[in-house]
């Protein structure tokens, strides 16, 4: 089964940026899988989606995160990516990609991995 590998957190400044990757060991989109998304869990809350690409790369995004989030795709790297601007203290939390069916699904395929931990300072 493919597996996702987190990776680009980090500690930054209130109106920084960071970039997250999710690289896939196979082939990124395939079979049934036809969305990446990024969720992002902070302390004592629940996870909530952040992002979602397409393999056609339709997107969207929580209403908290528009106009300075950005999902991309690299499908020759088998690579999703999370542009984050304009980083808030409340952006907070550990994040992690997953794989889904269709944009509209709440159900995640596969296990979760390990998330990389964004940390954002005031």
């Known amino acids: 089964q493919v597996q996702l590998v987190e990776s680009g957190g980090g500690l930054v400044q209130a109106g920084g940026s960071l970039r997250l990757s999710c690289a896939a060991s196979?082939?990124?989109?395939?079979?049934?899988?036809?969305?990446i998304a990024w969720y992002r869990q902070a302390p004592g809350k629940q996870r909530d989606l952040v992002a979602a690409i397409s393999k056609g790369g339709s997107t969207n995004y929580a209403d908290s995160v528009k106009g300075r989030f950005t999902i991309s795709r690299d499908n020759a790297e088998n690579t999703v990516y999370l542009q984050m601007n304009s980083l808030k203290p409340e952006d907070t939390a550990v994040y992690y990609c997953?794989?889904?069916?269709?944009?509209?699904?709440?159900?995640?395929?596969?296990?979760w991995g390990q998330g990389t931990q964004v940390t954002v300072s005031s």
């Open positions: 997953s794989r889904k069916t269709t944009l509209g699904s709440t159900i995640v395929v596969g296990a």
């Open positions: 196979g082939s990124i989109f395939s079979g049934s899988i036809n969305v």
